[in-house]
Nanobody, 116 residues
Framework: QVQLVESGGGLVQPGGSLRLSCAAS????????MAWYRQAPGKQRELVAK???????VYADAVKGRFTISRDNAKNTAYLQMNSLKPEDTGVYYC??????????WGQGTQVTVSS
């Protein structure tokens, strides 16, 4: 059974940094696309960044230049380094794993709050 567990969220001041981790179990992530989404209160869940199996990346315009997605297949883990955080980055951040054949799974989410 595929499981994803996010960690690393918390409260940070504007301009600060956080690093989120998404640990996968059940099978290797090496062929999977790994993605981070976020959902702010009262808003739809949106894509933040994704990293393909070949390590190519895609970012939402709102986070380009501030966030970096990465993966360590040996540790079966994906990461999201978030720098220069803004209050509008506040939300629940979810990890998503997408298999080449189309099935996908989600983590339970981790709260990120950017506030002074």
């Amino acid at each position: 059974q595929v499981q994803l567990v996010e960690s690393g969220g918390g409260l940070v001041q504007p301009g600060g940094s956080l690093r989120l981790s998404c640990a996968a179990s059940g099978s290797s992530i090496s062929a999977s696309t790994m993605a981070w989404y976020r959902q702010a209160p009262g808003k739809q869940r949106e894509l933040v960044a994704k990293i393909i199996s070949d390590h190519s990346t895609v970012y939402a315009d709102a986070v380009k230049g501030r966030f970096t997605i990465s993966r360590d297949n040996a540790k079966n883990t994906a990461y999201l380094q978030m720098n220069s955080l803004k209050p509008e980055d506040t939300g629940v951040y979810y990890c998503r794993r997408i298999e080449p054949w189309g099935t996908n799974s989600w983590g339970q989410g981790t709260q990120v709050t950017v506030s002074s």
